[in-house]
């Protein structure tokens, strides 16, 4: 090799994060046992989790905090509309993978209980995977949904596929 000359075009880019999680909503997070997790509200529940890929978001930086904001109000505001059981969401590490998409983790709180019945996931988990849920094209442009598997089910039962 000549000197100088580097093999950089053959490395791999470097993942780039930020650290951002949802904000508390004027309350005193709790201390939550068994598997339970604070929500943005305060309250103790078994979230639904996942994390959300943007394809070719219109943003290329990861650590400004009103462009998740918006996302947060954008997702509340389409499970109020659908009446899916979403009492507060919270989104968190956001970063920038190999293929410079932008990756967040997402966790669905359920509204009025400690967890999700079979109904109310199913509702959450299709909206999120069939991409019922448009963001704002001109900021998130296209996305996909990868799922946790979810098994803390109202009522004993469980569904393996989630």
């Not at 103790?44 to 994390?51: D, N, T, V």
């Not at 967890?115 to 704002?136: D, E, M, W, Y």
Request: glycine content about 4%.
């Amino acid at each position: 090799m000549e000197s100088g000359v580097t093999d950089a075009f053959c490395s791999l880019p470097t993942k780039t994060s930020a650290s951002y999680s949802t904000p508390w909503n004027n309350c005193t997070p709790p201390s939550c046992g068994s598997d339970l997790v604070a929500s943005p509200n305060c309250e103790c529940a078994h979230p639904f989790i996942g994390l959300f890929s943007f394809k070719a978001p219109s943003f290329s930086t990861v650590t400004n905090a009103t462009i998740y904001d918006s996302l947060h109000n954008l997702l509340m505001l389409f499970f109020k509309n659908a009446s899916l059981p979403v009492d507060s969401l919270s989104l968190s590490n956001p970063s920038r993978n190999l293929e410079d998409y932008l990756v967040l983790r997402l966790q669905v709180f359920p509204s009025g209980q400690q967890n999700f019945n079979r109904t109310g996931i199913i509702g959450v988990a299709f909206a999120l995977s069939n991409q019922s849920f448009k963001p704002a094209k001109t900021d998130f442009n296209t996305y996909t949904f990868n799922a946790e598997s979810y098994k803390f089910f109202s009522g004993n039962c469980a569904l393996s596929q989630w």
